[in-house]
């Protein structure tokens, strides 16, 4: 069965550092595209990084290219958000999602396939 699992949401200061980690089980990482998305109170869900495992393509939402960095470890079988210069914006729930590849139209990151129960980030505005 896949289960996909956030962690390492919490509070944190405008300007400050957090990484959150997303803890596949079921299945291979390294088979698969993983996503990070965030939905914020009353706000659609949006896109913010993709990686494509089998190659290594990633992709960026361009409100966070720059400051947000995805990663993978295979050995762990996770997936990793790096944010950094994090912005004033409330409580947002952070997901990771996997699917066989990312897609973005637009700019903007989509995905389907499996998604995870999401960890909490609050950036105080």
């Known amino acids: 069965e896949v289960h996909l699992v956030e962690s390492g949401g919490g509070l944190v200061q405008a300007g400050g550092s957090l990484r959150l980690s997303c803890a596949a089980s079921?299945?291979?990482?390294?088979?698969?595209?993983i996503g990070w998305f965030r939905q914020a109170p009353g706000k659609e869900r949006e896109g913010v990084s993709c990686i494509s495992n089998s190659d290594g393509w990633t992709d960026d939402a361009d409100f966070v290219k720059a400051r947000f960095t995805i990663s993978t470890d295979n050995a762990k079988n996770k997936v990793y958000l790096q944010m950094h210069s994090l912005k004033p914006m409330g409580p947002a729930v952070y997901y990771c999602a996997a699917d066989h590849r990312c897609s973005v139209t637009a700019g903007r990151i989509s995905m389907r396939g499996y998604w995870g129960q999401g960890a909490h980030v609050v950036v105080p505005s």
């Open positions: 079921g299945f291979t990482v390294r088979n698969y595209a």
